[in-house]
């Protein structure tokens, strides 16, 4: 059972444009979100979390927002440069309270010059 | 470097055979998971230690795989009769603490790849 889920394997968009990438989610019991990207041949990187009591954070031209009755977040990247093309992973904690993360099965994004 | 470091970057072998995949995480973390990441998927959590404790490890996926933090530090995650399935990339990941509401470091990962 997939608690977290992408559902769009990939996502292209114009330099300068937003991208918008989204996440859902099947536990409304979830505390929090993070957003991680990954290069190929590199490790995720941490980008952008969300604590379930807020709808919304920003952090230069990353937001993430949070609707929690849709059980769905969404990452929008504005403007979208080039150097934004990588996967991107939506996350949630798992069970036990050990830290450990459930992850989405990534949207590769692709920002054209 | 002072991030995640994971032994051998490439790993091929064949049918049968016994890995061994190492990772030394950040200096002071104290919480490592691993990770196993197949082609057009997420991260898939295998095992996470506190100290030298396997403190959780449903998602091993079988008794081939077994994974040691001895000296609370460096893992190895280990895999015995190694099968065609097992080929993916496995990362390691550490963090200050394990009940934390904060981000995971990765390291870049070992790509498994069983002939």
């Known amino acids: 059972d997939q608690q977290v889920k992408q559902n769009s394997p990939s996502l292209s968009v114009q330099e300068g444009r937003i991208s918008i990438l989204n996440c859902d989610y099947t536990n409304s019991m979830f505390d929090y979100f993070l957003w991680y990207k990954k290069y190929p041949a590199e490790g995720p990187t941490f980008l952008i979390s969300i604590s379930s009591i807020k709808d919304k954070n920003e952090d230069g031209r990353f937001t993430v927002f949070l609707n929690k009755s849709a059980k769905h977040l969404s990452l929008h990247i504005v403007p979208s440069q080039p150097g934004d093309s990588a996967v991107y992973f939506c996350a949630a904690p798992g069970s036990g309270n050990t830290g450990k993360l459930i992850f989405g099965q990534g949207t590769t994004l692709q920002v054209k010059p | ?115």
Not at chain 2, 21 to 34: E, K, V
């Open chain 2, 1 to 115: 470097g002072a991030g995640v470091s994971q032994t051998p970057s490439n790993k091929v072998t064949e049918k049968g055979k016994y890995v061994e995949l190492r990772c030394d995480p950040i200096s002071g973390h104290t919480a490592l998971y691993w990770y196993r990441q197949s082609l057009g998927q997420g991260p898939e959590f295998l095992i996470y230690f506190q100290g030298t404790g396997a403190a959780d490890d449903s998602g091993l996926p079988n008794d081939r795989f077994f994974a040691v933090r001895p000296e609370g530090s460096v893992s190895t995650l280990k895999i015995q009769r190694t099968e065609r399935g097992d080929s993916a990339v496995y990362l390691c990941a550490s963090s200050p603490g394990g009940s934390n509401t904060g981000e995971l470091f990765f390291g870049e990962g070992s790509r498994l790849t069983v002939l």
